[in-house]
């Protein structure tokens, strides 16, 4: 085989976006579409010319000629359709946070154990090409023992009301710099300490503030604002600083990496995640998706992306989050 015929399960914005990228992968094949929505299904059938359409997403994974599934339901409803598809015998990328518990995201990761399908849990930020390079010239050792880390991870008001209802900033987007941190330093996290600010009265607040303790005694200090003013012209502002006993790396992917002023307006889009090309998604989405079709097309286990370090990454942004309502440090461990 070299070719994977893939199913979208959840078809959300992000769903959407999953479904453009794997269209643009030769190796795949978008061959099925599952949402409960009558009326978005049809829409996003007739927008990808799929014809497998299910409601239920159980009948998918009952359909033998579908090898793969892209799982991209909210977080807390992870684990039973990815379980069903690990037990169907499918390849199954499944969207970050893999769960929203430990518990489940275990149980998840138990489930993959023996199956025959491959199991990847997508943390796109290990896919950027100037994370990826850091973490070359560490491993390379040419920053010596790391010792502190900080990140920012802002985005626009714009972008969060509908999000806010939903997840929270430190386990919806801090989990990103969590995992990378994890990444990084190749340890794991001892304690958390966070604080939020509620601005607009949501469910979740829009600021997480968080802090870690290592076990090897580095330390790291996460921003996450999701409410940047709305009329901030740039989707992401994206930093992350690693501080060596030898050297220093900073990380930036945000405004102006492209700049484009139209109607008296400056924009400047995502030009790394997931950028549109001639109708297709590309970026570091795509080689994720090159990255999942790889592996499970020669039947190898993936590295990045393992239940493992994305269970990780949860525990400590749950317990950051356990931090900010109660206001004490949370140890993990």
């Known amino acids: 085989m070299d070719r994977l015929r893939m199913g979208v399960i959840g078809l959300g914005w992000f769903g959407e976006i999953h479904a453009e990228t794997i269209a643009g992968v030769p190796n795949l094949e978008l061959a099925a579409l599952c949402t409960r929505t009558p009326e978005r299904l049809a829409e996003m059938g007739k927008k990808f010319g799929v014809s497998k359409l299910y409601r239920d997403y159980r009948e998918m994974l009952d359909d033998p000629d579908i090898d793969a599934v892209s799982i991209c339901t909210m977080w807390d409803q992870h684990t039973a359709p990815a379980v069903d598809a690990l037990k169907a015998g499918k390849h199954v990328f499944l969207e970050k946070p893999i769960a929203s518990t430990v518990a489940d995201a275990r149980t998840i990761t138990a489930a993959a154990k023996d199956a025959k399908g491959i199991l990847f849990i997508g943390h796109v930020v290990r896919f950027n090409p100037r994370f990826r390079m850091a973490k070359q010239a560490i491993d390379e050792g040419r920053i010596g023992k790391i010792v502190a880390l900080s990140s920012r991870r802002n985005i626009p008001a714009a972008w969060t009301p509908t999000i806010l209802e939903k997840i929270g900033p430190i ?159 949370v140890r993990i461990g």
């Open 171 to 329: 386990v919806g987007d801090a989990i990103h710099d969590t995992d990378i941190m994890l990444w990084m330093t190749g340890d794991r996290i001892v304690s958390a300490y966070a604080q939020t600010v509620d601005v607009r009265g949501l469910k979740y607040p829009d600021i997480g503030q968080t802090m870690y303790r290592f076990a090897g005694g580095a330390s790291a200090t996460l921003e996450t604002v999701w409410c940047m003013p709305e009329k901030t012209p740039f989707d992401i502002d994206e930093r992350m600083s690693i501080i060596g006993s030898e050297g220093i790396i900073h990380i930036q992917d945000t405004f102006p990496n492209l700049a484009i002023v139209d109607d008296n307006k400056l924009h400047s889009p995502d030009t790394t995640y997931w950028p549109m090309f001639n109708g297709v998604r590309g970026g570091a989405l795509r080689e994720e998706f090159n990255y999942f079709a790889s592996c499970a097309l020669k039947g190898e286990a993936v590295t990045i992306g393992t239940a493992e370090d994305a269970t990780a990454a949860l525990e400590a942004t749950l317990a950051a989050e356990e931090s900010a309502r109660t206001g004490e440090l």
